[in-house]
């Protein structure tokens, strides 16, 4: 039985105009307007959208009424008959009054950068929490534009712009809306009070979490399936995939930790989304270590890593210790890789090389459990016996009479957390 509020249309897909304008505001601010049109030529094409044409428009600031130039609007108003096309979507986010202006004289659904993303997240979502998640960010994003939605909000057929909460199922009043938003918050605390109690546990019971994390596409699902033999849905797009995945890793020593792939990064990821997801990305928070999966053959690598950095920091996870992940190194010419960052804490990897996985295991490995303790623990006292396994990594054990030593490798970071229970224990410690 389908959810009506998630149903989507399967008539012909949208064909659409792409739009982008470039300001000095935008220059300034160091964003590549040809890299910004590529990715959103590749979300469209990943929304299901059929791309008939590109068009950008250089001005000096954004027109207050129609965003674009009054002459660009009549120029794209003729493409959009030649081309014939039912959508124009944005690379920038538009006002409401903006949109409504659009529609009226190009008689096409006007679609952001913003609510594309949103239309993605709402095909890929699966999960209960997902679900609420877009459908929050969606409702959210939709409210302070009802009125700049007209005929966007009459096109009852579905397609792009309309999926998750499609208008053409629920009231477009904003009472109603109001409402729904209250009531997906709800239960999104609902979700994440159960999430923080599994994060409690996990800390209790000393198991270490590692989090993927880094730029839609960059490979993180295919290294972690690599990695764990994990059953998750890997594609050539950007946000394969939406949902959380946690699995079992196992390292060199025969410890486990466990390892959760989070939601993809991308610039202008909008506001609404980051706030809906938080507790989502808060995984990257929470974790222990941070293993930041780069694309090494992308040309926009360096900036792709700072949108990253900037939004862990926005999380309050910018200092977390993270272990960087060159990926697709396979793809890379010799004089690229040479000039990527190495030593401590970087890896040049490909996912399909068994050697590479293994180093990221041994890396992994070094970075949690850096130091050998050595313990003298009672006999009688199994309980911190059970600690010790638990934290860290068991290489040797003897027994003296009533007395069992015990040499561990351990995390300096875990040591001070529940090393108050056992200090009064410890022999020596070697780095």
Not at 143 to 157: C, T, V
Request: charge should be negative; glycine fraction near 8%; proline fraction near 3%.
């Amino acid at each position: 039985m389908t959810n009506s509020l998630y149903e989507t249309n399967t008539e012909l897909p949208d064909r659409a105009i792409l739009v982008s304008l470039t300001t000095q505001e935008v220059k300034n601010g160091g964003v590549d307007p040809a890299y910004s049109m590529d990715e959103l030529v590749q979300l469209a094409l990943t929304a299901g959208v059929e791309v008939a044409d590109t068009l950008v428009q250089n001005r000096d600031k954004p027109d207050p009424k129609w965003f674009i130039g009054k002459g660009k609007v009549d120029e794209l108003h003729e493409a959009i008959q030649d081309f014939n096309v039912t959508t124009v979507i944005f690379d920038q986010e538009l006002s409401g009054a903006q949109v409504r202006n659009l529609e009226d004289i190009l008689d096409v659904k006007i679609i952001d950068r913003t609510q594309l993303i949103l239309d993605i997240f709402a095909q890929r979502a699966k999960t209960r929490e997902g679900i609420i998640q877009v459908e929050l960010a969606q409702l959210t994003y939709l409210l302070p534009r009802l009125s700049g939605h007209g005929k966007n909000l009459s096109r009852l057929g579905g397609g792009i712009g309309t999926r998750g909460p499609g208008e053409s199922k629920l009231e477009t009043d904003r009472r109603h809306i109001r409402r729904r938003i209250g009531e997906l918050k709800r239960q999104l605390e609902e979700v994440t009070r159960h999430r923080k109690l599994h994060r409690e546990r996990r800390k209790e019971t000393g198991v270490v979490h590692l989090a993927l994390v880094g730029y839609t596409n960059a490979g993180k699902s295919t290294l972690l399936k690599a990695l764990t033999a994990a059953d998750v849905y890997i594609e050539n797009q950007l946000f394969a995939t939406l949902d959380p995945t946690t699995r079992s890793l196992e390292l060199p020593s025969g410890k486990e930790v466990i390892i959760t792939d989070t939601v993809g990064f991308i610039q202008n990821l909008p506001h609404d989304l980051v706030a809906a997801f938080r507790a989502t990305l808060e995984e990257a928070n929470e974790a222990d270590l941070i293993l930041h999966v780069v694309d090494a053959s992308s040309p926009m690598r360096e900036d792709q890593m700072g949108i990253v950095q900037r939004i862990l920091e926005q999380l309050g996870a910018g200092s977390t210790p993270q272990l960087v992940l060159f990926n697709k190194k396979d793809m890379c010419s010799p004089e690229r890789l040479e000039m990527l960052p190495s030593g401590k804490g970087y890896l040049k990897v490909s996912a399909f090389d068994e050697g590479d996985l293994l180093r990221i295991r041994e890396a992994v490995q070094q970075h949690l459990y850096g130091g050998t303790f050595t313990f003298r623990i009672p006999a009688q006292r199994g309980d911190l016996a059970s600690l010790l396994y638990r934290v860290g990594n068991v290489i040797d054990r003897s027994i003296e009479e009533d007395v069992i030593v015990y040499r561990v490798i351990l995390n300096q970071k875990d040591y001070e957390k529940y090393g108050s229970a056992l200090a009064s224990y410890r022999m020596e410690h070697n780095a």
